[in-house]
């Protein structure tokens, strides 16, 4: 992190620009036409503007693999000096023609995107977020400078907001952006919250397509993360649920819907509950179903 940095509308515009030439309005018009708001981007932030203790545990990690003039080199980055825990929400991005490449990935950004993208580029993501990425990234590679992001995902990603703070990585003449070290965090209240529950418990929208299923679903279902799968609860789980209220009207009304199944568990009937309730997120109404098993 150092000091005299352009002004944050100042990184907007240059993002904006490596996008289109001459179209400074272009980053939230990006963003807008897919339902979502502008990404906030902070140039050379200050730990003040972290508002995440891994955020800034990460900064302070890297800050004691600086070189004598402030830069961190790429040969001096150590994965092995972060947390276990820290390095599921890590990347490590290098330049890769006009792209750029995941050197690593952490398996905690790959469950919840729902895709590990380890060896591939920002080309990868075909939609806005990928032109996002490759702009961010392309002028934080030019000027050498801290960069702390918050954009919104694709609705087909359960992510309320990402946040990312990109550290540039030097190579040996501490002039030249060669990578970058990068932690990514998933914002989500409601998704954190599910992930507590020792109930299995799936998220799907108003076509019962799913967007997300709790660490006790995966396991009870043998699932993969699925945030990019889009398929349905009855093909996931196999459980049916007819005649439902549309998601929008359950929010509404605070309703809630419940259900009693047999399913064969090990050879042995049990009966399943099944309780559907709704809730929203990013403006958008999801069911929240909440399966029990209670025995014979």
């Known amino acids: ?40 981007v902070i140039w050379s932030p200050g730990f003040q503007e972290m508002h995440s203790p891994l955020l800034r545990r990460f900064a302070t990690v ?10 961190v080199p790429k040969h001096g980055f150590d994965l092995a000096a972060f947390e276990e825990g820290m390095r599921r929400w890590i990347m490590v991005v290098a330049p890769d023609g006009d792209n750029y490449r995941y050197e690593y990935y952490g398996k905690g950004i790959a469950r919840h995107y729902g895709r590990d993208m380890t060896g591939q580029t ?26 702390l992001s918050e954009h919104e995902p694709p609705k087909s990603v359960f992510v309320r907001v990402w946040r990312r703070l990109i550290v540039p990585l030097f190579g040996t003449d501490s002039q030249t952006v060669t990578g970058f070290a990068v932690i990514n965090l998933p914002d989500n209240e409601l ?20 967007h997300y299923a709790n660490g006790a679903a995966q396991r ?59 809730a929203e997120q990013r403006g958008t109404a999801f069911y929240v179903v909440v399966l029990r098993m209670i025995g014979t």
């Open 122 to 147: 920002t080309t990868g993501f075909t939609n806005h977020i990928g032109q996002f990425f490759n702009a961010l990234y392309q002028v934080a590679q030019k000027h050498g400078e801290w960069v």
């Open 191 to 210: 998704r954190t919250g599910l992930e507590l529950m020792v109930d299995p418990v799936f998220v799907m929208d108003g076509d019962q397509v799913v």
């Open 62 to 71: 890297c800050e004691t693999m600086m070189d004598d003039v402030g830069h």
């Open 1 to 40: 992190m150092s000091s005299g940095a352009p002004e944050h509308e100042d990184l907007v515009d240059m993002i904006a620009e490596s996008l289109i030439p001459g179209r400074k309005d272009t980053l939230r018009q990006l963003f807008n036409s897919q339902g979502a708001r502008a990404p906030m």
């Open 220 to 278: 009870l279902f043998g699932l993969e993360p699925i945030a990019s799968q889009k398929r349905l609860l009855s093909e996931l789980s196999g459980i049916t649920l007819d005649a439902l209220p549309a998601p929008e009207d359950m929010l509404t009304r605070g309703s809630v819907e419940e259900t009693v199944q047999l399913t064969i568990k090990a050879g042995i009937a049990e009966r399943l509950v099944t309780t559907i309730s709704a």
